[in-house]
């Protein structure tokens, strides 16, 4: 009887979480955003945000970011507490993220937004870049090399020597999670990848976040509107409601919850 | 499957690699690159590099051909450019707005005119006669000025910074007003530094007159700095800078440090400003604190938004306008009959340069915002598809 309980619980520690949300709670004034939300994501898992408009999930993506601060709480990344530290920080510790409305340099061409995902990974400072000869040489060619792997790997070949500005839309949500990919991230955030795209471009989004998984290895938290995609892609699913968490699970269990079909259907439904 | 190979290890063309692997390059086919070192170097077309080193080769021969006076004129374009770089880092490639460049460039003059100055003479002086020595001085103690500056600055943005850099000019020009002994005070000057390179004193007419000796060390000085500041806007810094400009936030998020770049941008600036100060009066040979007024900093705001935002070359194009701009209007009057050359009259042609001025940077916002780097391109683009208009 106890036998097979200890081994669940080796195996529980071993596959030991990347990021650990406790009780995050956010308010702005008397406006709650966030209330109590806890969740867990393990090592190569996709985990879905989903929840009705306003429900909070982007705030939750700042929260983890570091771009606002929760009053109450603690964001653990591998060990390390996020909250109070700020966005430059948490990102060398390996999180990337993407934005709901894409935020790129759109002056810079697409090779430059790569390179910009790699900054924390260059290492020279100003009085190497004035010389520019040797070690800023140097690391930009290595690091170039590495930026056309992630070119490649999201098929943006045609469009690397262009300012991201004039690109169409889908191409730009694709070169902003390739700014992301640059970084080598240890934790994806994806903020609505798919949102106000068509079939097509919906597939693509879908297969890249497929070959990301499978090939790179990069645990994931995706916040989505796409019921669709959400549930054919996530791992595990949480549902929130006006700041709250309504469920987490499979989305098979999910989209059983009679608390979930209330949020967004109503409660009659 | 990308147009280039990558190989992370051994990154093309490199001083490091033997002879014979070297890339040829292909007339016909400027942008076939098949190496990143090829496709990142400065200039990555044969079009560029004989085009530059003509624009080079044809300005060392200026001297020998040009008029002393138009000659100056030109000298103190071409040390305005240094200025306007330093200035087109900070609001173009930074975005960053200062009005206080002159405060800068004040300092950088006048701790070149008391390092270079006659330890016995009546203003401050230690002496220091290499030129060299005292520009690069001069640009050091401008950065630690940008250092000193950049916290206060970096907690603002838009127009606030600029309100706050509009008030460094105003305690700039007290200081250098009221410390009579470094400055000689408003109205009387001091002199400025001596260029010596070398052993050899710049300003005696020898072979070469002083004109023609400034303008070359005027000119070195510009490539090497132009140099400089291509680097650093196209290094990990330029990028950063670029990021922070365009969006703050995201810049964050990236693992940009937003209060440790704008520190870079300001001290990098200043820096420019200083080596810029340095030379910019040694032409004349003499210069007074209300040299470093609101004037001066609108002067070189003037560069860049004419010369064209976030480029050096731009920046270059644009202080060599605005410093022939005198000249230019003093030229008005065989043209434009109306316009007097002497101050009692009206309109005489020193009111119609401050309009130039004025004019130049309102057609320049609304008619071409990317400035005269930007009829460049213009005039590229048409060339390169020539006949056809697309």
Known sequence: MSAPQTVEQTEAQTVEPVLVVDDVR?????????DGVSFDVRPDELFALIGPNGAGKTSVFNILSGVYRPQQGSVKLHGHELVGMRPPAIARLGMARTFQNIELFANLTVLDNLMLGRHQHIGYGPLAAL????????????????????????ELTAWRTLPVGLLPYGVQKR?????ALAMDPRLLLLDEPVAGMNQEETEDMARFIVDIRSELKVPMIMVEHDMGLVMDLADRVLVVDFGSPVATGTPEQVQRDPEVIRAYLGADA | MTATQHEPGRTGRGSDAPASTKPRRRWGRPTLYTSYGQEMALLNTRAKQLGVLAIIAVAAYLPLTLEDDLLALLGTGLVLAVGAIGLNLLIGYAGQVSLGHAFFVGVGAYTAAVLAGDPDGRYLGFGVSEAPVWIVAAGVVAALFGVVVAPLATRLRGLYLAVVTLGLVFIGQYFFAEWREMSGGPGIGRESAVPVVLGNDLTRDGAYTEEQKLFWLFLVVLVIMALLGRNIARSRIGRAFAAVRDRDIAAGVMGVELGRYKLIAFTISSFFAGVCGSLLYVGSGQFSPEQFGLLLSVQFIAMVLIGGVATISGSIMGALLIALLPRLSSELPAFLPFVSSSPTDHPNVFEVEVGLYGALIVAFLLFEPR????????????WKSFPFSY
Not at chain 1, 26 to 34: E, I, P, W
Not at chain 1, 175 to 179: I, N, P, Q, S, Y
Not at chain 2, 371 to 382: D, V
Request: no cysteine; net charge positive.
């Open chain 1, 26 to 34: 956010l308010t702005f004034g008397s406006v709650t955003a966030v």
């Open chain 1, 131 to 154: 010389a520019w000869v040797g070690k800023a040489r140097r690391e930009e060619l290595a690091h170039r090399a590495r930026v056309e792997e992630i070119v490649d790997f999201l």
């Open chain 1, 175 to 179: 070169v902003e999670l390739g700014r």
């Open chain 2, 371 to 382: 400035g005269l780097f930007g009829i460049w391109l213009r005039i590229r683009t048409y």
